[in-house]
């Protein structure tokens, strides 16, 4: 039987304009605004005025409001008002990422203390419909991986250094004329937003628990146009991928970093502020989920998709996560890597295990070589931004290839033949 939802709202931007203005035309929805939160009350806006307050107890405390709905950046705040709505016992649907992937823990707590529903489509990938896909259809004992391109500013900037030749300061001015960055884009090109988002998809993916700090990360500042020159060369494409690999029976490889794309992947082709994800299954090979990750449409679309849904009472069952089966995290793994930098001071060729190639330009040098995980993650020059670090489009050896491939190697120079 449907429900019939009243609904607080937590801010007033484009996307929660957009939601007000469409479930005001949409009466098969069901649903109704009670009332809305806002911070500035002084600001015109386009709903009635009796319906805004200030007072975050008057969506709270009230107990015909059955659904809160979080729409605003403060992930501190987001927090608040999201476990208070919980365990008051309304059901909350959120966009807050950050916020998400900063408490799972403790969201997760209070989900099964209160029974009620707590939806999040909208805080991976906007209007590409991941997370429920990754409930209802994968079993993880089948899910090989999922890999993409999770943040649409980072993907645009890309863009633009890859197919027009820009800087990446010009692609970055470029992406916030566009209203594709922020004015602040930190979060974005670090490439913490992306990390949030894996920690949310591990989550669903694998029933994996843990914090975006504890996952290795790296964005697109220091990514050069000499860079973006060599892909181009090469036929490829440099795009900032988040990934989550099953290595093992039990273990999973999850990072973000750039890598190089080749014209055989189905992220090739996602451009500008697009969001592409491969799901690969050991039955279905690989599926892939493509579009628009950001902005008021893509993000209404996925958040009226929670508020639909709770009239009929879903909610994530996290059977991954409840099922007994356990997964964790591995550093155990090789990454074939490129890395560019302007002096071979800035590098130690010791950190890697061997170096396939590299070469020396005045304007920048660059190798490719093998590196273990663990050593990347500690290694001195991951935090210079004079280095830039590209995954090659085959980059995951699992230590068993390594291993055949050293005593390959010891073997021809015992016969004499390397």
Not at 10 to 18: D, Y
Not at 219 to 231: N, P, Y
Not at 272 to 298: C, H, M, T, W
Request: aromatic share 10%.
């Amino acid at each position: 039987m449907q429900k019939k939802l009243t609904i607080g709202l937590f801010g007033f931007g484009i996307v929660g304009e957009g939601i007000y203005q469409v479930l005001k035309q949409t009466a098969s929805l069901n649903a109704q605004i009670k009332r809305i939160c806002i911070k500035h009350p002084e600001k015109e806006r386009n709903a009635p005025r009796e319906l805004f307050t200030t007072s975050y107890d008057d969506l709270l405390e009230d107990e015909e409001i059955n659904l809160v709905v979080e729409l605003i950046d403060d992930a501190e705040e987001a927090f608040h008002i999201v476990s208070t709505a919980l365990r008051n016992k309304k059901a909350v649907v959120s966009a807050n990422k950050k916020m998400i992937a900063e408490h799972l823990h403790e969201l997760l707590a209070l989900q099964s203390i209160s029974g009620v529903s707590f939806l999040y489509e909208a805080a991976v990938c906007g209007s590409v419909p991941v997370i429920r896909n990754l409930e209802e259809y994968y079993d993880n004992d089948l899910l090989k991986g999922i890999c993409g391109i999770v943040n649409g500013s980072t993907n645009f900037i890309l863009t633009k250094m890859n197919e027009d030749g820009q800087s990446y300061s010009e692609s970055l001015l470029e992406a916030q004329r566009a209203g594709f960055a922020e004015s602040n884009p930190e979060l974005d090109v670090s490439g913490r937003d992306a990390v949030n988002k894996l920690t949310i998809l591990l989550l669903h993916a694998y029933g994996i628990k843990t914090a975006p700090g504890k996952l290795l990360y790296r964005g697109i500042r220091s990514i050069h146009s000499a860079d973006a020159a060599l892909a181009e060369e090469k036929g490829h494409r440099v795009k900032l991928i988040a990934r989550a690999s099953k290595l093992s029976d039990d273990t999973i490889a999850a990072f973000v970093l750039p890598q190089f794309i080749d014209p055989n992947s189905q992220l090739y082709q996602v451009r500008n502020e697009y969001n592409g994800l491969v799901i690969e299954s050991k039955l279905a090979d690989k599926q892939f989920l493509y579009g628009k990750g950001a902005g008021r449409y893509p993000t209404s679309s996925a958040v009226l998709s929670d508020i639909a849904a709770l009239r009929y009472n879903y909610r994530y069952e996290y059977r991954k996560l409840l099922q007994g089966r356990t997964f964790s995290i591995s550093h155990d793994f090789y990454l074939r890597t490129y890395v560019s930098f302007n002096d071979w001071n800035e590098v130690n060729k010791w950190d890697f295990e061997w170096i396939e190639e590299f070469h020396s330009t005045e304007e920048r040098q660059y190798l490719i070589g093998v590196i273990h995980f663990e050593k990347l993650r500690e290694v001195a020059w991951l935090d210079n931004e004079a280095v830039s670090i590209i995954l090659m489009p085959d980059a995951l050896l699992e230590k068993e290839i390594i291993i055949k491939r050293s005593v390959k190697k010891l073997s021809l120079q015992l016969a004499g033949s390397y």
